[in-house]
């Protein structure tokens, strides 16, 4: 249940892209969920809340991941020697099929579920399989966890073998309409969304049956873009009414406007692509792990949020290695400073509050008020206990969060809170809020 109470600690917090806000020894005083706003000394009016005093340690929002892919967590951290194309075949496929048998789906998800619930992410969009039976159990895994998440039931008709492939257009969107109607009302923390893996993979008969389902369930919709230059030659030839790979998406009408919509990777957008996913505030998840090991490129990120487009950032598990949102905000500064030294030197690269920004404030706005402590917004925080990590030197608390991030070592997160309600607290001897 959402709650009433206040946590003290060193507070930080994204206002902007270049603005971080860090409170010493301050109070964040979370009201029936929502964050009534961080002061350095309480109000009186607080005066009588149960406070909960972290004492120097860090309070952070809690972390989003826009994509990544649960059944994959599996093989994280091998087969890394392949581009996109080839490693879906190889890597991905055979694994992926294995989610029909439910016993193997559980055993895996279980994994999973425990390292989402022990990770600083508080909210994340998580692709599943094609199968129905495995995406719900997943979503009951999911809703255990007290994080908030959206998880799709992916849809694919065409271009992937044989046993891993939805027989028809018809049959994929039934077992999408069963999915939705297996799961209604059953969770409050999960929901669906849709699923079309990508353009590739997805029939024009498909996509049209899939507008219908988003019209008819009000979905959000998930899927990939302009990730790989195979691949959007490939989308050229498919569609080639389409202009560009993501006027695919658009013209079944499934590419932001009133549908939200979450477009992985985006690493070589067109310029028409580019102007048409501004105008429909479609969100781009950027994930500069996975752009490096499936060797995709860079995503233009300094440009997207120079034009104030819908950014945040994704681990893309398990083209990303791990689960770790601070890792993907190293990385995202990192790829910028490559591209930035060899591609556009006009392009300036990711400072450590925009990589912040990105893994906070920038994708929880995909959830509404969230990544941020602001007024208003959902109490999603971490608390972070870095004693650990020694130095000799006196760090002030921005130091010690660009540490965190560049350490990106999730032992160190002490307590975890989602829409205000505590999903653990390491140091508590009370048990987990149940
Ligand atoms: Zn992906």
């Not at 709650?3 to 971080?20: A, D, H, V």
């Not at 990544?371 to 917004?377: A, C, D, H, I, V």
């Not at 130095?391 to 997160?413: A, F, G, M, N, T």
């Amino acid at each position: 249940m959402a709650e009433t109470f206040i946590l003290r600690g060193n507070i930080c917090y994204s206002e902007s892209p270049r603005s971080l806000a860090v409170t010493e020894k301050g109070y964040l005083v979370c009201i029936e969920g929502r964050s009534a706003g961080v002061w350095k000394s309480l109000p009186e009016q607080y005066a009588g809340l149960p406070v909960t005093d972290y004492k120097d340690s860090l309070i952070v929002p809690g972390l989003v991941d826009l994509h990544l892919h649960a059944p994959q967590y599996t093989f994280r951290g091998m087969g890394m020697d392949l581009e996109l194309l080839d490693w879906l075949n190889t890597r991905t496929f055979p694994e992926e099929a294995k989610y029909e048998d439910l016993e193997y789906a559980g055993k895996a998800y279980n994994i999973f579920a425990e390292s989402m619930k022990k990770s600083a992410t508080t909210r994340a969009c998580i692709f599943a399989t094609l199968h129905r039976e495995a995406t719900a159990l997943l979503m009951d895994l999911m809703e255990d966890t007290g994080l908030v998440t959206m998880v799709g039931k992916v849809n694919m008709d065409r271009n992937c073998p044989d046993y891993l492939r939805e027989e028809s257009p018809e049959r994929s969107a039934q077992e999408t309409r069963a999915w939705l109607d297996g799961i209604a009302g059953r969770y409050r923390n999960t929901k669906p969304i849709l699923t079309p893996r990508f353009i590739p993979t997805c029939s024009d008969e498909l996509m049209r049956k899939l507008k219908e389902i988003q019209e008819e369930y009000r979905l959000p919709v998930q899927s990939h873009l302009s990730e790989n230059k195979g691949e959007i030659a490939w989308v050229k030839e498919l569609c080639p009414w389409a202009g560009y790979y993501g006027g695919a998406y658009d013209g079944f009408g499934l590419f932001g406007g009133e549908v939200k919509t979450i477009m992985a990777h985006c690493v070589w957008p067109e310029e028409a692509e580019k102007e048409r996913m501004k105008e429909q505030g479609v969100y781009i998840a950027h994930c500069p792990q996975s752009n490096t090991n499936l060797s995709s490129g860079i995503a233009p990120v300094r440009e997207y949020l120079d034009k104030g487009m819908n950014i945040g950032l994704g681990t893309d598990v398990a083209g990303g290695v791990g689960e770790s949102i601070f890792r993907a905000m190293a990385d995202a500064i990192q790829v910028s400073k490559l591209r930035w030294r060899l591609a556009d030197e006009t392009k300036k690269p990711l400072s450590v509050e925009e990589a912040f920004y990105l893994g906070t404030k920038g994708g929880g706005s995909f959830f509404g008020n969230v990544g941020s402590f602001e007024e208003g917004y959902e109490l999603d925080a971490v608390v972070i206990d870095d004693r650990a990590l020694k130095s000799p030197l006196p760090l002030s608390v921005r130091e010690r969060l660009e540490r965190i991030i560049y350490l990106s070592d999730e032992r160190h997160i002490r307590a975890k809170y989602v829409a205000g309600a505590r999903v653990f607290d390491m140091a508590d001897d009370m048990s987990p809020a149940d």
